[in-house]
């Protein structure tokens, strides 16, 4: 059973940054690893992942604002978010083992999320 364990969400105001990890308790390789987040009311949807050969996937709001990526001699996944604004304040959580980029479906494995509050 792979453990993720998501830290750095806070409370900031619109234009600020924030850094989020996600700790894993063993390496996972040759799949999607990826950050969703979820609104209150509404849908899970998926902010970004690093596909099995290390290429990365964005949706189209965090795309140019945030950045995905992974230091795997920690077993550690990064979202660096900038420019943030209202419309990111969310529960972001980190997934890893999935098929997809995007696509919350298959993804085997969740951490317990972390609340990002963006207030303008």
């Known amino acids: 059973q792979v453990q993720l364990v998501e830290s750095g969400g806070g409370s900031v105001q619109a234009g600020g940054s924030l850094r989020l990890s996600c700790e894993m308790s063993t390496s996972i390789y040759g799949t999607y690893i990826g950050w969703f987040r979820q609104g209150t009311g509404k849908e899970r949807e998926g902010v970004a992942c690093i596909k099995p050969r290390g290429s990365t996937g964005y949706s189209s709001s965090a795309k140019g604002r945030f950045t995905i990526s992974q230091d795997k001699s920690k077993n550690t996944l990064y979202l660096q978010m900038n420019s943030l604004n209202v419309d990111d304040t969310a529960m972001y959580y980190c997934?890893?083992?999935?098929?997809?980029?995007?696509?919350?479906?298959?993804?085997?494995?969740w951490g317990q999320g972390t609340q990002v509050t963006v207030s303008s």
């Open positions: 997934a890893a083992s999935g098929d997809a980029c995007l696509s919350d479906r298959n993804y085997r494995y």
